[in-house]
């Protein structure tokens, strides 16, 4: 950022201080008077038949005052694929579906009655494999698939277990591949993960007189959320509010179908008194969405001179019992393809697939570290084959911003940003102090990852803002973004300042809202929220500064074009004394004979993705010349690590990524970045949710159970686990319209762990890991079947040492 | 069972309160004193955001019985502002972005009250040492180290 700015690249303190000073409120701690408490029962089956469900014993508990099950609410609730029972109906599809709901008076006395609900079952055939799921004779998970609603670019398959395929097709891949000098072909996998969000879900409803429904819960996008009840309950939106308290953390996880119908309709049920379902951590594992588990599939060929020619893949996403979301990130996949290279031919198809397991969701990069997790390993294996330095084989291919074409035939805008740049700046950072490990059993390696991503959303996702001027001359900015700790409200707030020319300490914008009070925005996911929010409050402000010049101008009878604004106030051109502040025409001017020009300032701005388009479902070709996304940031990430060859633990020394984007305030970006890395790299090293897959241990846990729902089984990022030296740089190129050039980060710092950690364990021994997490001990299993010979070395250095 | 009687000193105010033998402290703090800034995830010692000070050091308010709490003096992220004033880890975690979605800030807060009171030279080792106890999903944890360096830089230099 430019020095000319005067807030907006500075390191302003973040708005949200009673985090930190006290009294900042989250759903988890909202209640209303005469509240009463939900609690969930689970099915102890991963796919069972519900035969029936007696809760006489749980009616008698004191304090009970209904229990309520599927049968209550004979409908199905989704955005994208409208695959959700309220509670389970006829059947339970995963271990720990909700069966049915127990209300008390209170948390106790729910929580004792719940464990009074006998519930027979029928147990049915299971699948917790995509591959089990596929296979013709597998159980059919939702046979009712075919009466779903669902998104128009969502194409399920009836029938089967498959909740949605995208296609992608360009040139001719066979012809390609038969010209490739060197070809890689590889299957990845990851495991299902958990977001782990501190703020476990919450929400409270209450169902008012006249009808109107009011909801306070943890969420990222009020307006999500509204939309979403509205459509699946049937209530119209001017009868139905969504409360925005702080949340506590989100990651994707509380983007979707989150659980707002359930205290909604028990709600209505009980006369409208106001029920809160607050999840435990072990609930939160069990009945709120999780990430999405993957197996990609990819072939990729490149010719001798290093060009990339040919790509072919099938990417499966583990979609668990429900594929609300997933569904769309399975297109998401699909159509991105190829990170962020120009291949010619392609022939990709991806999938969301039931299984039955614990339902999922979006996740921090809708699936962009996942697919750049195989495709920079394949990217790093093509470089080795081809005897070419991995850097310098991704700039041969990279995307040329006003030249390339994507995967799906969008051409790059000139000024999209620049990909190459921050290969090599990774690379150069990389380079720097290098040491020699202090023993021999430890081994080094470098390795980098690229990567791109812009916001999935629909090609309408609008945005939009107020900014008003109150009556003292400081100012509220009403927008519909969620607050869940990335700080867009603190860079919002920037925004303002320095569009109106106004200290940061007179603005407000509120971190808590409600739909029938804030202008509408789609979602806050992908990254989008400084984008466009900030594209539509600076809109707002212009707004705002034409009405104030418009007022100096008939109090100065002049010509608009002779007011000039800066700094707060309209000033008539070379004429300084003659100015108007905000405060002034905050309400109306009022002249010395009482006359008053104007009205109440209010500026009204708004932001929709100019020229995005769909795709075309057998192609997955753009329609039109025009863009999936009105924003893309390129960056790359690298790490350098230390291998202990005999414990097989990787200590990550240092991990530095580049970003193309400018920042507009480094402190919040800082964080961002430091805490994607951590997360990356910990989902590289260490998280998974463990099932049964293969059946190993049968008899010793209920079949078909999450197997750690708790953090000592699911293993978190720990203040001793960062890495040794976090190192990062913002390169400030700037796209034009973007808010002061900027564009999305939160996500993308997340991205390139995976990968680069790969690529450099394959750079300090030879071996490919294809699968995540890299645990120490898939590491000497691997290091056993590709290179023994390592650790019979390692093993020999330490009898020597000893 | 029966309730039992207990006194907590809770940000310097003499509390009596009937609590049962099972409940914990983290109950007692939330749900009867309605100190929203504790708050609850695991309720197994695992996560450690219900960490308070008691007598001065960090515990886990799920993991202690109300009982054991009987006379002890307990501080909470709203007894750290005195006169309006915030502390220098307030300050300092305000300065350095050391938090984002706020969940885990209470507790992140507390353990750098007590390691500016009781090291007053702390090694970034030592530091992550003690936050371990407590898990942050959002901020990758060296905003928060950063903080508590600060914080007691800040102490040392006799800033108030
Ligand atoms: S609530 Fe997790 S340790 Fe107390
Ligand atoms: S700031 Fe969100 S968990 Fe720590």
Known sequence: MPDSYKYVGSKVQRIDKDKVLGGAEFAYDFELPGMLWAKLVGSPYPHAKIVSVDYSDALKVPGVVAVFTGEDFPFKVGLYAADRDVLARKKALYYGHPVAAVIAESLDAAEEAATKIQVEYEPLPYSLKVEDSLKPDAPIIHEEMHTYKHAVFIYPKPGTNIAHQTKVRKGNVEEAFSKADVVVEKVYREPLLSHYYLEPWTGIARVRS??????????????????????????????????????????????????????????????????????????????????????????????????????????????????????????????????????????????????????????????????????????????????????????????????????????????????????KEVVKMLSEDDEKPKKPWIVRGKGIAAFWKGPFQPSSAASSAIVKVNDDGTVDVLVGTGAMGQGTITALTQIVAEELGIPPEIIRVSPHRSTDMVPYTWQTVGSRGLFSEGMSVIMACEDLIEQVREVASIVFDVNKNMIEYSEGKACVKGEPWHCITLKEAALGYMNPKGVTVGGPLIGRGYYVPPRNVLTDPETGQVLEEGHLAPFYTFGAGGVEIEINLLTGEIKVLKAVSVYDTPAVNPGLAEGQVVGGTVMGLNIAMRERLIYDEEGEYKGVFPEGMLLNPCLTGYLLARASDIPEKIEFKFLGVKQKDAPFGAKGIAELTMIPWPAALANAIYNAIGVRITELPITPDKLIEEIRKQKPELLEQAEKYLEVNL | MKPVRITLTVNGIKRELDVMPNESLLHVLRDRLHIISVKGNCFRGECGICTVLMNGRPVKSCQVLAPEADGSEIVTLEGLVKNGEPSLVQKAFLEEFGYQCGFCTSAFVLLGEWIINNIPNPTEEQIKEVLNAVVCRCTGYQQIIKAIMKAAQWKREGKS
């Open chain 1, 210 to 423: 006249d009808g109107t429904v009011e909801v306070w819960s943890s969420h990222q996008s009020p307006f999500a959320v509204r939309e979403l009840l509205s459509k699946s309950l049937s209530i119209p939106m001017n009868k139905l509010v969504v409360h925005h308290l702080y949340t506590g953390g989100g990651f994707g996880g509380k983007a979707g179908l989150l659980l707002e119908h359930l205290p909604i309709l028990f709600s209505k049920k009980l006369g409208g008194r106001p029920v809160k379902l607050r999840l435990t951590a072990r609930e939160n594992f069990f009945y709120m969405a999780q990430r999405a588990g993957y197996l990609i599939k990819m072939k990729t060929g490149a010719t001798k001179d290093g060009k990339l020619i040919a790509h072919w893949g099938e990417y499966y996403l583990d979609a668990g019992a429900y594929a609300d979301y997933t569904v769309n990130m399975a297109r998401a996949i699909g159509l991105t393809a190829t990170g962020p290279y120009e291949i010619p031919n392609i022939h990709v198809d991806s999938f969301a697939v039931y299984t039955n397991k614990v339902p999922t969701t979006a996740f921090r990069g809708f699936t962009m570290q996942e697919l750049h997790y195989a495709f920079e390993s394949q990217i790093d294996e093509l470089a080795h084959k081809l005897g070419m330095d991995p850097a310098e084989f991704r700039l041969l291919n990279v995307f040329k911003p006003g030249i390339s074409r994507t995967a799906i035939g969008e051409r790059l805008k000139e000024d999209a940003g620049d990909p190459a740049t921050p290969i």
